[in-house]
């Protein structure tokens, strides 16, 4: 059973566009919402992350939208680069610090 | 560069055989979390450890099973080897066992094939 649900599984985006990526829960009980970014032959690296008392989380062009009432949340990568081209994940983490993966999105950023 | 690092990088293995992944958390993490990733089924938690003792379990099969030891290293051992156990295998640290916003941070992971 997914405890995160991740879409879309790969997204094209031209340069210069905007990126999203929307993930969704079930458990109340998490309490932590980060996002992943990993590029090919690396592990996964903390990108952004949000609590579920904020609604929007801003880091330089990237921005987590969070919806507790419709327990959703979204990457927003503004003014997408070819560099940002990765997989990103969302996650979900409780208080025992279990974390819970989406499945990722592929992002291709095309020049 | 994470500051936790694991070895092999890379593993080749044979059906029904056993081995052994290893994990160095970064500098003063007392807690490890090991995960599997796979093409079809994503990043799955396996097991967490803090401070030499199991805190948490997740997907993980009987046949594998894992450790802290007193210097803080971790290893997972993967025993009975079958084909769907091809994967990569990542190592993450973080500071505590658990609590408000703590990033866990991953390994380069081992990739493990067997033939």
């Known amino acids: 059973q997914q405890q995160v649900k991740q879409s879309p599984q790969s997204l094209i985006v031209q340069k210069g566009g905007i990126s999203i990526i929307n993930c969704a829960y079930e458990?109340?009980?998490?309490?932590?919402f980060p996002w992943y970014q990993q590029f090919p032959g690396k592990g996964p690296a903390l990108l952004i992350a949000i609590r579920p008392d904020v609604s929007e989380k801003k880091e330089g062009r990237f921005t987590i939208s969070f919806n507790k009432s419709a327990k959703q949340f979204s990457l927003h990568i503004m003014d997408s680069q070819p560099g940002d081209s990765a997989t990103y994940f969302c996650?979900?983490?409780?208080?025992?610090?279990?974390?819970?993966f989406g499945t990722g999105t592929s992002l291709t950023v095309i020049p | 560069d994470s500051g936790v690092t694991q070895t092999p990088k890379h593993l080749i293995t044979a059906t029904g055989q056993r081995v052994t992944l290893r994990c160095s958390p970064r500098?003063?993490?007392?807690?490890v979390y090991w995960y599997q990733q796979s093409l079809d089924q994503g990043l799955q938690f396996l097991i967490q450890?803090?401070?030499?003792?199991?805190?948490a379990k997740g997907n993980i099969l009987e046949r594998f099973s894992a450790q802290q030891f007193p210097d803080l290293h971790s290893e997972l051992n993967l025993s009975s080897l079958e084909l769907g156990d091809s994967a990569l295998y990542f190592c993450a640290s973080s500071v505590r066992a658990g609590g408000y916003q703590e990033t866990q941070y991953f390994g380069p992971g081992t990739r493990l094939l067997v033939l």
């Open positions: 458990n109340t009980a998490f309490d932590y």
């Open positions: 450890y803090y401070n030499g003792e199991e805190r």
């Open positions: 996650a979900a983490s409780n208080v025992w610090n279990q974390f819970y």
């Open positions: 500098s003063g993490d007392l807690s």
